[in-house]
């Protein structure tokens, strides 16, 4: 007779969840006992680090991830990426052990206690089964949930003793939608006012990657010969940065982001919050006399706009209509944005020199990683991303995302089959919190290059004190830190680069190495403007 695992590891073929990322504890191993082997277990080190990987590999293949972690306390060491999988709309399907029901009343150790309520309320749904034959339709349910707009994370917490109970008929399966269409009237209204605009300005957010949305981004921008910003703080590249309309990433603070769409008298905003901020600088959400238009597949973000009118679409779809019923405009088109100057090359690098010289020897299809905080600004100005699905960061603002999803990017650049580069940029404060994701790299063999800008501080937090006039904070510098031994421990190859000659070159052998390689450049200590 089938048992309650055996249909499980059946819905899960059934949904193409054969990798599983995780780090596996008593409460696991009733359900990964003789795993099987046409799964793919994916062993992280720290379940922060498992959430993470996972939440790039799904980015990255465009398909679900399921992680697996352990009970309570697993479920806690995930929760900082979890926050960020829930603010990325990543649909990871969660799943956790849980003691054994027949002592759950006891509270015995490692039970937990409210399981559902602990992820909460960063998923979209958490349960654990009334019965165990339950699961297998739970786990259907589950993905179900998760790839619906708004996509996310979802949690199962599933009783150990649960697996070797006798199945149930395996649920039928069945597949849900995953893409709306905007809804026709509130569409011509928005049509309406983009072709009576003066002068409008469009500002595009990670919903136009993950909708695979570019080209009709670029057409729209085109018909209504509109400048194109990318929406502030965003976890993808929206557009691409080559591109003679584009002009930049809008700042994260009311009153500099109102000011940036000065002159415009309409903006669009499609698949991105309005707005997403960070330091508080008060001032209009808007300039004066501008409408705002916003398109988004997320109710949520459309109910919290302080301001303009929404519509609900799958972002791709709407652009698509909006191509096709926009007029084209007799505008002359903006004028190309500057291209700054080469920075000055000194020793060390500042950051500018850095991304600059990593912008000259940047292969062609590589996607770029990216969790440094406070040289953020100077890499978006000499790293300019043209490809979709290019570029992944951290929607929360939580450090400990950037290293493991970069791996978990390479791991779905391997299982796709595409196989292209995957640079990381993480800071040298970033860097600490999830290293031991290096040992999954190096256990995978994969040729992850993680360029770590050293300025042996938080500069973010330091630009912060001085914007809120904060002196005298502790804790904000990071002295005697010894990437390369720490690296090498995880069984890196690594190097320190100090010139943009030595970078071009460690970044050709790392890309063609059978390991990952870390490359500390020591940088500049200037704290640089947080906006």
Not at 131 to 141: F, G, K, V
Not at 436 to 464: D, E, G
């Amino acid at each position: 007779m089938a048992t309650v695992r055996d249909a499980t590891y059946d819905v899960l073929r059934t949904l193409g969840l054969t990798t599983v990322f995780g780090n596996p504890g008593s409460t696991e191993e009733p359900f990964l006992q003789d795993f099987p082997a046409d799964f793919h277990y994916v062993h992280a080190l720290h379940e922060a680090t498992a959430v993470a990987m996972a939440d790039g590999y799904a980015q990255a293949a465009g398909v679900p991830a399921h992680v697996n972690l352990h009970t309570a306390p697993g479920t806690g060491n995930g929760m900082g990426n979890l926050v960020t999988a829930w603010h990325n709309k990543t649909p990871l399907i969660v799943t956790a052990g849980q003691q054994t029901r027949e002592m759950l009343l006891l509270e015995p150790r490692l039970a937990n206690r409210r399981p559902t309520e602990l992820p909460q309320p960063y998923v979209k749904w958490a349960y654990e089964p009334a019965r165990a034959q339950d699961i297998p339709a739970a786990m259907l349910r589950a993905y179900a949930t998760a790839v619906q707009p708004p996509a996310g994370p979802v949690f199962l917490s599933l009783p150990m003793d649960d697996w070797a109970q006798p199945a149930d008929p395996p649920p039928a399966p069945r597949t849900v939608a995953t893409r709306f269409a905007p809804d026709p009237q509130r569409l011509a209204e928005f049509v309406t006012v983009l072709a009576g605009s003066r002068n409008p300005a469009l500002v595009y957010g990670p919903g136009v990657d993950r909708s695979a949305s570019w080209s009709a981004a670029v057409a729209l921008a085109e018909r209504l010969a509109a400048p194109v910003w990318s929406a502030p703080a965003t976890e993808r590249a929206v557009f691409p940065e080559d591109h003679p309309h584009f002009r930049g990433v809008l700042p994260y603070a009311i009153g500099p982001l109102a000011e940036a769409l000065r002159g415009h008298d309409t903006v669009l905003v499609v698949g991105a919050p309005v707005f997403r901020y960070y330091p508080y600088v008060p001032g209009g959400h808007l300039p004066d006399g501008a409408r705002l238009l916003h398109v988004t597949d997320d109710p949520d973000e459309a109910a919290r706009a302080p301001v303009g009118d929404s519509l609900l679409s799958d972002p791709g779809l709407a652009l698509d209509a909006l191509v096709e019923r926009v007029p084209p405009s007799d505008r002359p088109a903006p004028a190309r944005r500057d291209t700054p100057p080469p920075p000055e090359v000194g020793t060390p690098l500042s950051a500018d020199a850095l991304f600059a010289a990593l912008a000259a020897h940047w292969p062609t299809d590589a996607v770029l990683v990216q969790e440094s905080p406070s040289n953020l600004s100077a890499l978006r100005r000499q790293l300019r991303i043209t490809r979709p699905a290019s570029y992944f960061t951290m929607a929360s603002g939580g450090l400990g995302y950037g290293l493991p999803a970069a791996i978990g990017v390479a791991l779905a650049e391997r299982d796709t089959g595409r196989g292209r580069p995957v640079v990381a940029v993480v800071g040298d404060g970033s860097f600490h919190y999830s290293v031991q994701a290096l040992w999954t790299a190096a256990r995978l063999a994969l040729p992850v290059v993680v360029v770590v800008p050293v300025n042996q501080q938080y500069a973010i937090l330091k630009a912060f004190a001085e914007l809120k006039h904060t002196p005298g904070v502790p804790g904000l510098d990071l002295p005697g830190l010894d990437i390369v031994a720490i690296a090498a421990g995880y069984g890196c190859a690594t190097e320190v680069v100090e010139t943009p000659d030595q970078l071009g070159a460690a970044l050709t052998a790392g890309l063609g190495a059978d390991r990952p390689t870390v490359v500390p450049v020591p940088i500049s200590t200037d704290v640089p403007s947080i906006l």
